[in-house]
C-alpha cells in the first residue's frame, strides 16, 4: 500500500501547486550611508514597516529616524502600511535605499514675559485704614479693639 498525504491544511505542500510568490523568502538588499547588507524576510507580503523593524533590530537604526525608498535620490518614500509586493520590491534582490533623518530637536519655548507684582487688595485696604499716613501707622484715635 502506498501512503498518501492528507490533504486537511490548504497550506500543505503539494506538487501540483507551486508555493506562492508572497510566501516565499526574500533576500533584499540595503542600501545606505554604511554600505550595502542584505535582510531576509518573509515575502512580498512583508510591509515595509516590518522592514524597517528588522533594520532596526539588525542595524541599530531607530525606526522613526529610517527613511526607505525606492530610488537612489530618495525622492520615492515607501508607505509605512504597503507592503513589498505593492511597493513594486516583491522580487527577490530588490534594492531599497535608506537614509537616516536626523533626529528632530524640540523647538525651544520663548522666554516668559515678565510680570509686574500684583496689586493686591491687602495693599490698597492698608492705604485706606491708616488713612494715607506712612509707615501702616493710623491716623488719630485708639488702636482696634479698645
Do not use: C, F, W
Not at 501540483?16 to 550595502?36: D, E, Q, V, W, Y
Amino acid at each position: 500500500a502506498i501512503a498518501r498525504r492528507s490533504s486537511a491544511s490548504p497550506d500543505s505542500y503539494s506538487p501540483n501547486r507551486p508555493p506562492s510568490p508572497l510566501a516565499m523568502p526574500l533576500i533584499l538588499r540595503i542600501r545606505g550611508a554604511s554600505g550595502t547588507h542584505r535582510l531576509t524576510v518573509e515575502g512580498g507580503a512583508t510591509t515595509i514597516a516590518a522592514v524597517k523593524a528588522l533594520i532596526e533590530a539588525q542595524k541599530a537604526v531607530p525606526v522613526a529616524a529610517q527613511r526607505l525608498a525606492k530610488d537612489p535620490q530618495g525622492l520615492t518614500i515607501l508607505d509605512d502600511a504597503a507592503t513589498l509586493e505593492e511597493s513594486g520590491l516583491g522580487a527577490n534582490g530588490s534594492m531599497l535605499y535608506l537614509t537616516e533623518a536626523e533626529p528632530e530637536e524640540p523647538v525651544p519655548a520663548p522666554p516668559p514675559l515678565p510680570v509686574a507684582p500684583p496689586r493686591t487688595m491687602a495693599t490698597a485696604g492698608e492705604r485706606v485704614m491708616s488713612g494715607g499716613a506712612p509707615n501702616g501707622a493710623m491716623s488719630g484715635g485708639a488702636p482696634n479693639g479698645a
